[in-house]
Nanobody, 120 residues
Framework: VQLQASGGDLVQAGGSLRLSCAAS????????MGWYRQAPGKQRELVAT???????NYVDSVKGRFTISRDNAKKMVYLQMNSLKPEDTAVYYC???????????????WGQGTQVTVSS
């Protein structure tokens, strides 16, 4: 299983970006999917998650600005980021909780990260 994240870029404060993450490989089902971020010198933190039924959850600092969504048929998760702030600057990682076959355990997989830089 691989997760491939894309969409990171350099953007001015107040701008928008859309991150995408595609899951591939042997996949029976995908449970929760999510986005995390890690700024320089800081621990990785949760940004948003979305259940297989499409119920989202956000960290308080991004509520009202970011929207997480997923396309189950395409095995993709997205993060629409609006009104970006310099403090949103970080490497963004996607993850997904995946069962590879019917009777397998759920394993959390991570993407490689995509850099988001917001200039003031």
């Amino acid at each position: 299983v691989q997760l491939q994240a894309s969409g990171g870029d350099l953007v001015q404060a107040g701008g928008s970006l859309r991150l995408s993450c595609a899951a591939s490989g042997t996949i029976y089902s995908i449970n929760d999917m999510g986005w995390y971020r890690q700024a320089p010198g800081k621990q990785r933190e949760l940004v948003a998650t979305i259940s297989s039924e499409g119920f989202p959850n956000y960290v308080d600092s991004v509520k009202g600005r970011f929207t997480i969504s997923r396309d189950n048929a395409k095995k993709m998760v997205y993060l629409q980021m609006n009104s970006l702030k310099p403090e949103d600057t970080a490497v963004y990682y996607c993850n997904a909780k995946i069962k590879q076959v019917w009777l397998s355990n759920v394993i959390t997989y991570w993407g490689q990260g995509t850099q988001v830089t917001v200039s003031s």
